[in-house]
């Protein structure tokens, strides 16, 4: 089974995304120590405020440069590019640091502040290392001010990688579910075949050739029918018991004096949509077990009913009862037949959908299955 790495998985949030949090980031900067610089009534507040638009724009091509660099590791793992962001940033913070003391401090300081501002800043540019100090102290809060905005941008990309494995990993599992269904729903044609088969060796032998002829026209109609359809896609009901009456048509060549049917339908559920062919191995095992081994007439029964926002559909016998009764519901129950209903109902409806069988004390076998109703849209 493949497993996703979402550390190693490939994605980009998009340049346009990583660009507006770029700015949005900086114009904060701005706002905070625009307002901090007003409430401290510096003087010179035009150009101090020209200054550090011209820091500001230096600091997005720097950050914007950061960015580039993490795109060259957006294939690595997540681990690998916070590594890389926390290295990266330490240049950054370091150059926009040093070109901030040079605006403020190198370039042309007297028109920014008066004289007893320029008294007091000679003096603590006369201390050893004073530059040095004040790059390292102004580098420092710049670096957290850039792996703040790397923070947001790697946790942007970790989410937009979960948000597409995500999307992958459910286009497999609905993959792997529609192939399943397929599975299934294919699995019933060549064991209802096998069966049919089975009868029309039996005709020829007993060399009934207008029933085998007959028999073989209904099961030519049956497959063009049933195989028409795409095996993922649901029925209308009505098609589903038209399909099944088509099988107990080429049933009834094999077992005329024994086989009756009877339908039970309301028009309203008529168009409700079931899986198809679900009702093919209920209807195969009552002429297994119920007419097949039955000396007298018996009556297979097809019903619907609403139960709230489910429907209830019902294949049921009234074959004989057999020696233990519930030997009968063991053999049924253990048969490819049922458990291909069960596992087509799991797959389908999960927990929603499922198939209840049941042995009368007067003989007979019942088969529920139970669904949500789904109509036809």
Known sequence: MRKFDIGHHKTSVGQQ????SILGFWLFYV???????????????DELALRRVVVTVLGIAITYLL????????????????????????????????????????YDPQSLFDEAHMEKMREYMEKENYALQAIVEDSVSRFFFIISWASLYLTLS??????????KAARFAQAAQDAELRSLRYQVNPHFLFNTLNSLS????RSQPEEAEKMILNLSKFYRTSLSGDPLEDVALSEEV?????????????????????????DALMDVLVPGLILQPLVENAIKHGVAHSKRPVTITISAVEEGDFLKLTVADDGEARP???????????GIGLANVRDRL????????????????????VAELTMPLLADI
Not at 37 to 42: G, I, L
Not at 158 to 167: F, Q
Not at 202 to 205: E, I, K, P, R, S
Not at 324 to 334: E, I, L, P, V
Request: overall charge positive; aromatic content about 10%; hydrophobic content about 45%.
């Open 17 to 20: 995304v990583a660009i507006l």
């Open 324 to 334: 233990a009764t519930q030997a009968r519901s063991s053999d049924q129950n253990s």
């Open 202 to 205: 039996t005709l020829v032998m």
């Open 158 to 167: 970790y989410a937009s990688a979960v948000r597409t494995v995500e999307r």
């Open 67 to 106: 960015y580039r660099l993490l795109l060259l590791f957006e294939d690595k793992a997540l681990s690998t590019r916070i590594i890389t962001a926390f290295a990266g940033a330490i240049p950054c913070a370091i150059a926009i640091g040093a070109f901030n003391y040079y605006m403020f401090n190198v």
């Open 31 to 45: 706002i905070i120590i625009t307002i901090r610089a007003a409430v401290s009534d510096w003087p010179a507040q």
């Open 346 to 365: 799991e797959t389908r409806f999960g927990s929603q959908a499922k198939l209840k069988t049941r042995s009368p004390e007067t003989g007979g076998f």
């Open 242 to 266: 038209h399909l099944q009456n088509l099988y107990l048509d080429i049933e009834a060549v094999r077992f005329p004096k024994r086989l009756k049917t009877e339908t039970h339908i309301p």
